[in-house]
């Protein structure tokens, strides 16, 4: 009989529990890759890679060369890349790839007809092989990964699972669904069922299959923390969480829950761990422990609730991650994997330092055990994002206004509001001096926009003529 904890569990995330799994925890790039080469290596079947970074340096290569040693033999080896994620990566990489006869589809290039669709990204990183192995976490493939701190030896820290067992199924349900979006959909013959899978182990796990605007696994958090009696702990990368999700975790924390999040203390996109770190002020208050992993990067997403519920993905708790990305996330329900969860977790503690509210009753600040030495932000800065580089790019301009990440919160607040105010300032400006300056940008902007919106509705118009005169040549009303 099916307890109400686990149809609530089931509805919230809109995905059956699945026994009989096998579940392992695979820690840092060099032991995920090494496992994920070794299935393609000896794939029979297929194989189904999806990942949002597949960058052309040496593990790139060497992955490569492996999936098209596989094309090669005549199994059928399928790729999804994201546009975005990978836009750096020369399209010889790719042809390569399918000169070999690799299958290798973008998800979500630009497209005029639907201009705001580049806001989806597929952020999933998810290797499937043969309908027996699968893998999912937070790994991506590029030599970012391989990489540690010259200063303090610390790997670029991240986590994924590998899985045996019925919920490989849905994990291949999880790529077939994408697959599907971006051409021709997946043959029958790779889309095992979960009723036709033998049992592997012992483990149960629900696969959570994230696409935009479900938010299952903004749920299936939010209905954690008001069910975890005694602990919740959790490791994100670029953690801006949403209001409903911040509000559920001080509320536990403030119940007597041990809440504790583990974020990166040098972010390889600067500006999202300075404004993460605006947030760290409210947390503080209601109870909540902050910690700064001291390597080059903290991009796990985990979480572990109550040693039992343990979570391992893909998924950021920001908006992009929580509302609008394809995710994958496994949610294993099983206390031997929660408790190798939370071993984990408290060695990364070890090697993180905690954010402690001090100052002055009247000015209370967020206060780290100790700051970053100059070295260690300077090997940051030097480590290639997990983003594009234009992004990287991008987002080391907010450094130079936030240059301390050792500050109190309160400092980093006024230097932003001081920021957007100067930017606000000068743009004024510049409009009454030389109103023309701006009037032609906006000008081109909003044509560009009104052009776009009215092509948009030619096509639909057009789509919805042509299938109106398929109908009614097939007889139908």
């Known amino acids: 009989m099916i307890s109400r904890l686990d149809r609530a569990m089931a509805r919230v995330s809109d995905s059956p529990l699945r026994y009989g799994n096998e579940l392992r925890l695979l820690e840092n790039g060099p032991t995920t890759y090494d496992d994920w080469l070794a299935e393609i290596r000896n794939a029979q079947r297929w194989v189904h890679l999806e990942n949002y970074i597949f960058r052309a340096d040496e593990i790139g290569h060497r992955f490569s060369d492996a999936l098209s040693a596989k094309a090669r033999e005549g199994v059928p080896v399928r790729i999804l890349y994201d546009w975005f994620g990978s836009m750096d990566v020369p399209r010889s990489f790719?042809?390569?790839?399918?000169?070999?006869?690799?299958?290798?589809?973008?998800?979500n290039p630009p497209a005029v007809q639907a201009p705001l669709d580049f806001l989806r990204r597929d952020h999933r990183k998810l290797l499937a092989v043969d309908g027996v192995y699968a893998s999912a976490g937070g790994v991506c493939i590029a030599d970012t990964w391989l990489r540690r701190s010259p200063e303090?030896?610390?790997p670029y820290r991240d986590?994924?699972?590998s899985v045996r067992g019925p919920a490989v199924a849905d994990l291949e349900r999880a790529f077939a669904g994408v697959w599907d979006e971006t051409g021709d959909p997946l043959p029958g013959l790779e889309r095992p069922k979960a009723a036709d899978m033998s049992a592997a182990g012992e483990m149960q796990a629900r696969v959570v299959?994230?696409?935009?605007?479900?938010?299952?696994?903004?749920?299936?958090?939010q209905f954690l923390m008001a069910e975890v009696e005694e602990r919740m702990w959790i490791a994100d990368a670029y953690f801006l969480s949403v209001?409903?999700?911040t509000q559920a975790v001080m509320a536990a924390a403030r119940d007597g829950v041990d809440v504790r999040i583990l974020l990166p203390a040098t972010n390889d996109l600067p500006w999202i761990g300075f404004l993460s770190r605006i947030g760290y002020h409210q947390l503080l208050e209601s109870g909540v422990r902050i910690y700064e992993y001291g390597g080059l990067m903290?991009?796990?997403?985990?979480?572990?609730?109550?040693?039992?519920?343990?979570?391992?993905?893909s998924t950021n708790l920001n908006v992009s991650g929580l509302l609008a990305n394809w995710e994958v996330d496994i949610?294993?329900?099983?206390?031997?994997?929660?408790?190798?969860?939370?071993?984990?977790?408290?060695?990364d503690l070890d090697d993180a330092r905690e954010i402690f509210l001090g100052g002055?009753?009247?000015?209370?600040?967020?206060?780290?055990?100790r700051r970053i030495s100059p070295a260690e932000r300077r090997v940051q800065r030097q480590t290639p994002g997990s983003g594009p580089r234009a992004v990287a790019t991008a987002s080391r301009l907010g450094s130079a206004v936030l240059m301390d990440s050792g500050a109190p919160l309160r400092t980093h607040q006024s230097k932003i509001g001081a920021a957007l105010a100067t930017t606000l300032l000068g743009v004024s400006v510049l409009g009454v001096r030389h109103p023309r300056l701006l009037a032609w940008p906006f000008a081109a902007v909003t044509g560009f926009a009104g052009t776009l919106g009215l092509v948009h509705v030619a096509q639909s118009a057009w789509s919805k003529r042509k299938r109106y005169a398929g109908l009614r040549r097939q007889g139908q009303p």
């Not at 790719?94 to 998800?107: K, P, S």
């Not at 299959?209 to 958090?221: D, F, H, S, T």
């Open 94 to 107: 790719w042809e390569g790839l399918r000169r070999a006869g690799v299958e290798v589809r973008a998800v």
């Open 298 to 313: 903290m991009h796990a997403k985990t979480s572990v609730a109550d040693g039992l519920w343990g979570r391992v993905g």
């Open 360 to 369: 002055t009753p009247r000015r209370p600040r967020a206060v780290p055990e």
């Open 243 to 245: 209001p409903g999700l």
């Open 331 to 347: 949610l294993a329900e099983d206390q031997a994997f929660g408790a190798k969860m939370e071993e984990m977790f408290e060695e």
């Open 159 to 161: 986590t994924a699972v």
């Open 209 to 221: 299959i994230q696409e935009p605007g479900k938010a299952r696994i903004l749920r299936v958090l």
């Open 152 to 154: 303090t030896d610390l």
